[in-house]
């Protein structure tokens, strides 16, 4: 994720190309007027080798104006009170990941069409190569129902989900549907029950072994039963509305691992975790980039009952093997719920028992928007049935 001082160190590297550039041209400016002399030469030749000079250095300048304008500073914003918004996911129009506002609302600069996508607001696309300052976003209105639940109760958490693997800017895999969560709230366990779901997905990819394609995280969904918590700690510091934790998770720590986002909207946090700051890379062949995880509750407490939203997005380059070509990977995981329900021990047994699945259903129009055109992608791949490794 980008830091809070990657735009000063970007903004100073700036000018500090531009002031270098600078000295040059008055250097060389001075001394064709005479202000400067330059030894072991004819004057009238000087004048025109540095009149040509000149003219390169003025072509140069533009070009370092021209492309300062390209990629302008932007900040994104809360559209009712202007406050910066923190966490906010910017894609290019291919969708790739290019960065994440920080506590400041500031991303990275960028050029050409960008979306910027945030689980709180509307998305919204903009060019980045004309627009500079202030980006403003529209919240978005959430309405879950209130749910009251005993000590033995259960939980159904019913979603949305949506996954997308790509090697080297194509779809390997992509998958939609919808999918229950029955909660335990005695004991915590969790299950999950798939009910629809439509996958697309390349050739070959259930093959045991295959170094031409590059699917770590195994080609799963999203499944609370598997989450491995990372233990906050103390507070860091604080930023606008963002809270920064020191954390360790498997022997190591972080003091900034952890973003804490009170969002604009009422009920709504917003907690993101930057797993690369735990990883030990031991493996050579495999590059991280980008390991975040995003949970959004409606709740301080953060129970799974007030779960809104989960977002993990996995990107890294992969050589199968010594000596062959890295594979550029994005993986991505979303999950929006859009129904909770109490239920007694009895009908979550029953309902559980039900593993009926279908591809025939409409999706719920409520997930993230991305720049990702589901036809275009997943055109020739293999539709299958829900599976994952």
């Given at each position: 994720?980008?830091t809070?001082?990657?735009i000063?160190a970007?903004f100073?590297?700036e000018?500090?190309?531009?002031?270098?550039v600078?000295?040059i041209?008055?250097?060389?400016?001075?001394?064709s007027r005479g202000?400067?002399?330059?030894?072991?030469?004819s004057h009238?030749?000087t004048v025109?080798r540095?009149d040509?000079?000149i003219?390169a250095?003025?072509t140069?300048?533009l070009?370092?104006?021209?492309g300062?304008?390209?990629?302008?500073?932007?900040?994104?914003v809360?559209?009712?009170?202007?406050?910066?918004v923190?966490?906010?996911?910017?894609?290019?129009?291919?969708?790739?990941?290019?960065?994440?506002?920080d506590?400041?609302g500031?991303?990275?600069?960028?050029?050409g069409?960008i979306?910027i996508?945030n689980?709180a607001y509307e998305?919204?696309t903009?060019?980045?190569?004309?627009?500079?300052?202030?980006?403003?976003l529209k919240?978005?209105?959430y309405?879950l129902?209130?749910v009251?639940?005993n000590k033995?109760d259960h939980?159904?958490?019913?979603?949305?989900?949506r996954d997308?693997?790509?090697n080297?800017?194509?779809t390997?895999?992509?998958?939609?549907?919808i999918m229950?969560?029955y909660?335990n709230?005695?004991n915590?366990?969790?299950?999950?029950?798939v009910?629809?779901c439509r996958q697309?997905e390349q050739?070959?990819?259930?093959?045991?072994?295959?170094f031409?394609?590059s699917?770590?995280?195994?080609?799963?969904?999203?499944d609370?039963s598997r989450?491995?918590?990372?233990k906050?700690?103390?507070?860091n510091s604080?930023?606008?509305d963002?809270?920064f934790?020191?954390?360790?998770f498997?022997?190591?720590?972080s003091?900034?691992?952890?973003m804490?986002?009170?969002?604009h909207q009422?009920n709504l946090y917003r907690h993101?975790?930057?797993n690369?700051q735990?990883r030990?890379i031991?493996n050579p062949?495999?590059k991280?980039?980008?390991?975040?995880?995003?949970?959004?509750?409606s709740?301080?407490?953060e129970?799974?009952?007030s779960?809104?939203s989960?977002r993990?997005i996995?990107n890294y380059?992969n050589?199968?093997?010594p000596?062959k070509?890295a594979i550029?990977t994005?993986?991505?995981n979303?999950?929006?719920?859009?129904?909770?329900?109490?239920?007694t021990?009895?009908?979550?047994?029953?309902?559980m028992k039900d593993?009926t699945?279908?591809d025939n259903?409409?999706?719920p129009d409520?997930l993230?928007a991305?720049?990702?055109?589901v036809?275009?992608?997943?055109?020739g791949?293999?539709?299958k049935r829900?599976w994952?490794m």
């Amino acid at each position: 994720m980008q830091t809070d001082s990657a735009i000063s160190a970007h903004f100073f590297n700036e000018i500090y190309k531009f002031s270098f550039v600078f000295a040059i041209y008055f250097i060389t400016f001075a001394a064709s007027r005479g202000k400067i002399p330059l030894p072991n030469t004819s004057h009238k030749r000087t004048v025109m080798r540095i009149d040509r000079i000149i003219t390169a250095l003025i072509t140069i300048l533009l070009l370092c104006f021209s492309g300062t304008r390209a990629c302008a500073q932007i900040r994104i914003v809360d559209e009712q009170d202007e406050k910066p918004v923190a966490g906010a996911y910017i894609f290019s129009s291919d969708n790739h990941l290019l960065c994440i506002s920080d506590s400041k609302g500031n991303i990275e600069p960028q050029s050409g069409m960008i979306t910027i996508s945030n689980v709180a607001y509307e998305s919204k696309t903009i060019d980045a190569s004309t627009i500079k300052g202030d980006v403003l976003l529209k919240q978005k209105v959430y309405a879950l129902p209130e749910v009251t639940v005993n000590k033995t109760d259960h939980i159904k958490l019913t979603g949305v989900f949506r996954d997308i693997c790509r090697n080297n800017g194509k779809t390997i895999l992509y998958r939609e549907g919808i999918m229950d969560f029955y909660i335990n709230l005695e004991n915590g366990k969790t299950k999950r029950r798939v009910r629809a779901c439509r996958q697309y997905e390349q050739s070959g990819l259930r093959k045991l072994i295959n170094f031409n394609i590059s699917i770590l995280s195994e080609a799963r969904s999203f499944d609370m039963s598997r989450i491995k918590y990372v233990k906050r700690d103390t507070v860091n510091s604080i930023k606008g509305d963002t809270t920064f934790y020191s954390s360790h998770f498997k022997g190591t720590q972080s003091d900034k691992a952890i973003m804490y986002i009170d969002t604009h909207q009422k009920n709504l946090y917003r907690h993101i975790i930057d797993n690369t700051q735990y990883r030990k890379i031991t493996n050579p062949l495999l590059k991280i980039k980008t390991d975040v995880c995003d949970w959004t509750f409606s709740d301080k407490k953060e129970a799974w009952s007030s779960l809104v939203s989960f977002r993990k997005i996995w990107n890294y380059d992969n050589i199968p093997l010594p000596g062959k070509s890295a594979i550029e990977t994005e993986e991505m995981n979303d999950f929006v719920v859009t129904g909770v329900k109490a239920l007694t021990k009895e009908q979550a047994q029953t309902e559980m028992k039900d593993r009926t699945e279908t591809d025939n259903f409409t999706l719920p129009d409520c997930l993230p928007a991305i720049p990702y055109d589901v036809a275009k992608e997943t055109e020739g791949l293999l539709i299958k049935r829900f599976w994952e490794m």
